[in-house]
């Protein structure tokens, strides 16, 4: 029996994607799994520490290393993997690729941590952004806001390779159910309380007071938390994957109206139920929309209400449902990141 080789993958959390990237890994590979509660930021020294030892301990008998998002978890498996030549691929998902201060959002703003991400960047054998617009892109969405985004705006001068993989979907597993109706004029949106206005929860209770014959659902956001949200607006809470597939289920549009985005998985997972999706103008999420749907190119109520008009004028919702499903299929499917993936680390 052929032994398999040990991989290094390190993440400073778990979360759906991660864990597919350690699934998908795990078919070539043994992978060991490096991993600390990073977001408890005073014991950071103390983590830096123990990864310390955790690399010089399996590094020899490691082939490579694949690290999750850029920050402080990445300087050391960067730096130890290129002393010991081991090639260490870092995996770029949006927040250590911006810097947003005005709304809090992105690594970069943070001077000691987009420190760390220089030095690990610099020193990475290859950066696998899961969007071109991760390296560089332009957003004009909302206005006073940094329209210039991606590594490459922050670090011009760093030369490391780099290969965009798209994030994936399981189409397996987020699919309308047997006989599914979807209900008329629904809308349902998917972010945490901190991502509110980011992910364009202030324009959607806008919306809701001009379509008050809609429903719009948020998902991420406990009810209660909002005092002035408008009636027909309902906050789902936390939920589990399985309730918030029954909600892509039910739902006729999907929201993704976030003024920055690194990918978008929550749109490829309510594209995959046949939701059809509405979505701002900003990196890569007109691209995954790629015509199935609709994209608003201003953050204000009056562009989002004429594109929720035309989208309920829609005739045939069943259809276009069904090709929204099939672009996500057809170019972010869980298979295609399975292929890409290896191959670029093999």
Known sequence: MIKRENIILVTPFMSSFIKNDISILE????????????KNKTLAPWFIILQFFFLLFKLPSTSRVVVEFGGY??????????????????????????????????SLRIPFLKKACELSYKNAKKLLPVSESLVYVENSFQ??????????????????????VYNGVNEHYWELADNQQKE???????????????????????V?????DCKFRIAGISEGSHKDKPENVELLGRLSLEELKEQYQKSQFHFQLSVIEGFGVALCEAMLCECIPIGSSVNMIPEIIGGKGFVVNKKDVNSLRVVIEQALAIKDKVELGEQARSRVISNFSLDKRKEQLLKVIG
């Open 27 to 38: 078919t070539e590979y043994n992978v060991i799994v490096n991993t600390y509660n990073w």
């Open 73 to 106: 978890w990445s300087v050391l498996p960067s730096i130890l993997g290129k002393l010991f030549n081991r090639p260490v691929y870092i995996v770029l998902h949006g927040t250590d690729c911006a810097s947003i201060p005005e709304l809090n959002y992105g």
């Open 143 to 164: 206005k006073n806001l940094p329209s210039k985004q991606g590594y490459k705006t922050f670090f011009p001068n760093i030369k490391t390779d780099y290969k965009v």
């Open 184 to 206: 008329e004029r629904s809308f349902l949106a998917v972010f945490s309380e901190d991502q509110f206005y980011l992910k364009g929860g202030d324009l959607i209770f806008k």
């Open 208 to 212: 809701a007071e001009i379509f008050q």
